[in-house]
């Protein structure tokens, strides 16, 4: 079996379903084909996929989705950002990617996930090496964050 | 009490999960990778080990493999994010007893602990 940009953003539909359970808002982008660039945002947490498939799955939050997001795994919404934020981002970013793999797998793509890496900064960019690449717009409590797959066949 | 090995990557996962453990009363060991889990258990001997899978330097199905064959009635369960079908067996044939999917409520945590080994320790 092969990855296409139809399964891509089927999989990024489902994600956005999974979110309406809990009240979020996501609305897939489109897809682009070829080497992609992801600007902006605050945060990005990065999960390499191997297996069946190369490339990676990106996070992009601006502060505050970060802190909604981190207000949320911590069960306190009051929360600020701290040394603990980065960490619990990249765990959203492991249990997101997670279930990326298990509905890949519906399609008979087995893939693992590596341990995610987390940046910051003020203009994030970040080069993706995947040949297909989604994205998925996610409002989270008047933040944003983006969602990217960037897979490709090996 | 029960012994329990934790074994995750995540600084924010293990301190969430030490913190809500140890204020149930049990004693915790931490590793951060597959290949700590294994030296820990050794010296540790916990009742039950909780071990992610993706992690550096060593993942949590070759981690749970070496623990079994140093112990072969060691209890592991795996905590992953990764819940695919093909890894659930390849987790179980490493010598897993039970498989969780992230993202997991710390209570059914403690329901699994005490299925495995009780309150108390290894039933």
Redesign the interface.
């Known amino acids: 079996m092969t990855i296409t940009t139809q399964i891509m953003e089927e999989c990024l539909r489902q994600i956005a379903l999974e979110f309406a359970q809990i009240g979020v808002t996501a609305q897939p982008q489109g897809s682009v084909h070829g080497e992609c660039k992801l600007t902006g945002g605050t945060y990005a947490t990065v999960v390499g996929v191997s297996g069946d498939l190369v490339g990676a799955i990106a996070l992009v939050y601006d502060d505050r989705a970060a802190q909604v997001v981190y207000g949320a795994?911590?069960f306190d919404p009051e929360t600020e950002l701290d040394e603990?934020t980065e960490?619990?981002l990249?765990?959203v970013g492991?249990?997101?990617?997670?279930?990326i793999?298990?509905f890949l797998?519906r399609f008979g793509l087995?893939i693992?996930?590596?341990?995610p890496t987390s940046v910051r900064g003020e203009t994030l960019q970040l080069v993706m090496p995947g040949k297909m690449h989604v994205t998925m717009r996610v409002s989270i409590g008047g933040g944003t964050a983006l969602l990217h797959l960037a897979l490709a066949n090996r | 009490m029960a012994k329990v090995l934790l074994v995750d990557?995540?600084?924010?996962?293990r301190?969430?999960l030490v913190r809500f453990l140890s204020s149930r009363g049990y004693e915790i060991r931490e590793a951060r990778t597959g290949r700590e889990a294994v030296e820990t258990y050794q010296s540790f001997r916990p009742d039950i080990t909780l071990m992610d899978i993706?992690?550096?330097e060593m993942d949590g199905i070759e981690a749970t493999r070496l623990i079994r064959a140093l112990d072969p009635d060691a209890l592991i369960v795996i905590v992953?994010?990764?819940?695919?079908?093909?890894?659930v067996i390849e987790a179980i044939r490493a010598g897993a007893k039970d498989f969780l999917?992230?993202?997991v409520d710390p209570r059914n945590l403690v329901q699994t602990i005490e299925k495995y080994v009780g309150a108390g320790g290894k039933a």
């Open positions: 795994v911590k603990w960490s619990a990249k765990e492991n249990i997101l990617g997670g279930r793999c298990m797998e087995n693992s996930l590596l341990p | 990557d995540a600084d924010f996962m301190m969430n993706t992690m550096p992953s994010a990764m819940g695919q079908r093909n890894m999917v992230k993202p």
